[in-house]
């Protein structure tokens, strides 16, 4: 239902909202020009979009109660029908016009359910009015920000509706009063004496003041920032908001014998706004400023408010409705959720400070933090935004529970994904013109050679795209999870009748029926996401605006020697639990009740796939259990079948091979990737490098004379460390030390580069970035933590500039500061991204290359990924590339997640683990035969640019040194057997040159 949601048509609507008293703000809204107060125009499909928000808030339809279900449809041939058509609500038989309604605008026949197949006219039967708000789920990346900004801009002027007295206000308590002002009428004279007290009389001014305030026609200050309302009134009216009171008390509690004081302790009042607030998370507030700034006018477009958690004291409700946009955290709100019914019984007590003995009474100070509300809390807003509002589908967290306090006459969820696993076509499936899959290209020759973007293959491109949608389908139990997560959305934070009445409506009117295959149910199902979700098909986006082309592509990178020992032994590991648990019980991986710990070496083997450091211990355990198991087999004690013992055999034998290699035990042990270094000096490759052993392997060491050696990434900052201090001179003409470096060393250590590493991923990786980095900003998307720190070890390597965004190692503050840096600085082209974190929300725009370092599962957070780069603002062709290792089990999952692209009836599973080709796939895994050489082709340099050699240094090796560059001097200076700490005052006649030659040496 979701994938084939029709576009939003103004046409059906025109009518009945130009008819109207907002027929102003839709023509407003329709108008091809700039909006006031915009900086830019709307493109066509934004404009509908936005027309149908309008819609949903200023003339709320009216929803057939689901205790009725249409019959049929009695069409009669009148004239008046006829003139009633453009009346007729285009989501009939479920949804009518408030305004217009009778007979001829609907000819539905309904049945209740307690009396099926009694035909009911439509007259007579309940409906419910529409909730004023709903569920933008516009595709990524097409200007759902913009689209909110334009709604906030069309209607600043509107305040918010007052409530009627006695009202109950869902979640807050009941409305204790009509509108207040504090507005009173004193004397003119402000001279006399008699200056402010109340007059007998009211003057007919401050009646005028008092009808304009209580209107609520319009925001009067928005009038007078318009430019419509003097100053000199508005002085006057601005001190004195309109208010209500509200009692949190519910009726139960009221019943129970709660006093009339406790009552009143704890009212309070709720001011009057024409304010819209937006949560927002904390990763995306900077975003949202920078948005506001791009599109709104600084002059006559919105006053905002920013709160975060950098705001230490909340601003009162007498300040926040001074603000058209008032932006929040989610973090920050969370903060302001303080349940108050769990502390009114604090208000009754009776003091017993004095009897407990405490020195003061705290009796005061624990009433006011009962009774303390938000000042959020006690603002009436005219609409709530949440941004990437699918987090308000969970139930009872804060951030659903503070949204569910904040009083809001209007209400929008803004996500592209409006449930966890609800996606649609572009989403979930990669396609081509043809709507052929994306192939997987293997690079040719050298892995690291580095691809001009001439070369790269252009597999998928959204303007080139055909217009047919592919289905996408889930399995049972995602789709029941979207069913009630939907239900959330609708019944708590949308509050629409009658799902929000009880918290069983839901289940009872939507999922059961549809359930039981009703058909009324599908019907009214899909006419009720028709109505809420505000979404454009891809082909209406398309046809209004071309995105720069998407080139996708996978790169197969054969695995270095090293990453085959490690992927080997993870598979080797696998291989023999199956064998020695017999594939049963819950030792068994596979096992049901082992969901945890499968995921968790499922996760160890793809990241072995990059780079991964395994216990040699467990190595050892490995042998040890496989040679028993082999014991138990010929002594007739296990039933292993040959095919198991054979594959038993081939564990063993992988294990072996990674335990006794030195250099694999080497990096593994140092829990680092190593490093080919080529061109070292002998002396000091042999102090710094202490590494088991050298390779001669033409494809590193291209010269006979140069062998390449192996260090770890902790062994190359040492090194470095160690080069610098070999540097360090005295300014005396003593001989240079053995620790220091000659001039001829120095000149080896600058020829000297990084010239291949042990994962083949990261080395094509940093050839890449090294290549693109200077003219194109890049985007490197990681799957986990440990590939985070990888890459940006290799990066600060290669001397890259280049940012992180991760969860483990930063706070809110800094990441939203790199992605602001990223952006706008010329400087840091490269960030470095977990895609968990970073697949949602995000303006990326600026990048126009991406790396997923492995294949994700998920095809929905791929292309959330994607689409923080390929989106509205993108100037240029956007690149991206998936890094697969060959003959790994990231191929399989890579061919499986594409066969599932391409039918129509197979559903995607949530977890890798969860696939049932997958968990085959996992469980017949083969060892890698093949590897290559992980090298760079262009080669780092092993010390910085900066360093040079000491000029000091350099003086005393031509004066010392015979193998100096240049001619050793002939004058020597005076020779002393060892440097003086002290200082020696020496005589006042000094001894010529030549007669101390023949002096005995100091001691």
Known sequence: IFQFLESPDPAPYMDVCMESEYSDIFQACLSTDIYDGMRYKLFQYQRRSLFKMLKRELLPDLFLDPSYSPLHNASYASNSLLNSKRFRHPLLPYFQFSRGFNEATNTWVYQHQSLPNVPVAAQNVSWYSDTRGGIICEDMGTGKTCECLALIVLTKRQMVQPPNEGELLPCVGTVASALLTDLCDTSADSHSPAAHTPRLVPSLKFLAAKTALLSCAESLRVMYDDGVLPIEIWRQLEPYPLYYWVNPLSESRLRRGTSAELALDISFKVYMSSSTIVVVPDNLVEQWVREKYKHVQDSGGLEMLKIDNSTNTMPEPQELIKYDLVLVSVSRLSKEYIPIDSKIGELGYSCRCYSKGFEQCTCDRRRDAAAYRSPLLRVHWKRLIVDEGHIMSCRNTTRSLIAAYLIAERRWVCTGTPTHNLVHATSAISTDSQGAPTTVEESNGNSSSVESPDQLSVSSSPSRRSATTRTYRMNVRESSSDFLQMGVLVSKFLRMDPFSQSTSAWTGIMVQPYKRGEPAALDRLQALMQSIMVRNRPEAIVS??????????????????????????????????????????????????????????????????????????????????????????????????????????????????????????????????????KGLPPRLATNLFCSPSDTDETDIATDVNSVAKLATLPQLRDGLVSVKRMLAVADDDLPPLSTNVSPTEFEQLRSATVVGCTSSKVAYLTEQL???????????????????????????????????????????????????????????????????????????????????????????????????????????????????????????????RQEISDSDSEPMAKDVEEDGKMRSMLSNASFIQRSSIGSLASGIPLLPPGIRYPPLLLRKYELWSPDSPSQASSKVPFYKAKRLSLRLSLPKTVTPLDKQLDAPPLT
């Open 544 to 677: 209004d605006v071309q995105l720069p082309p998407l080139h996708e592509k996978a790169v197969v990178l054969p695995p270095t020697r090293h990453q085959a020992l490690t992927y080997n032994t993870a598979i080797a590991f696998f291989h023999i639990n199956a064998v020695l648990t017999e594939r049963t019980g819950r030792d068994y991986f596979f096992h049901p009740e082992n969901k945890k710990h499968l995921r968790q070496i499922v996760d160890n083997l793809f990241l072995a796939c990059f780079w991964f450091s395994i216990s040699l211990k467990h190595i050892q355990d490995g042998i040890v259990n496989g040679l028993r198991a082999l014991e138990l087999w010929e002594q007739g004690d296990k039933p292993y079948s040959d095919d198991d013992v054979n594959l038993l055999r081939k564990c063993i034998v992988e294990l072996q091979r990674a335990a006794s290699d030195p250099e694999w035990a080497y990096i593994v042990q140092a829990d680092s990737v190593g490093y080919w270094i």
């Open 770 to 896: 090294l290549y693109h980095h200077k003219q194109e900003k890049c985007i490197v998307f990681a799957s986990c933590q440990s590939e985070v720190i990888i890459i940006g070890d290799a990066l600060r390597l290669a001397r890259v500039p280049h940012l992180v965004y991760a969860n483990q190692v930063m706070t809110q503050s800094q990441r939203r500061h790199n992605i602001t840096t990223f952006s706008t600085s010329t400087m840091y082209n490269v960030i470095v991204m977990d895609v968990v974190l970073a697949a949602y929300g995000i303006d990326l725009s600026a990048a126009s290359r991406v790396w997923f370092i492995s294949p994700i599962w998920q095809a929905a957070r791929e292309r959330q990924a994607i689409k923080r780069a390929h989106r509205l603002g993108q100037q240029r062709p956007v690149f991206v590339e998936t890094l697969i290792t060959g003959e790994s089990i990231e191929e399989a999952l890579w061919r499986r």
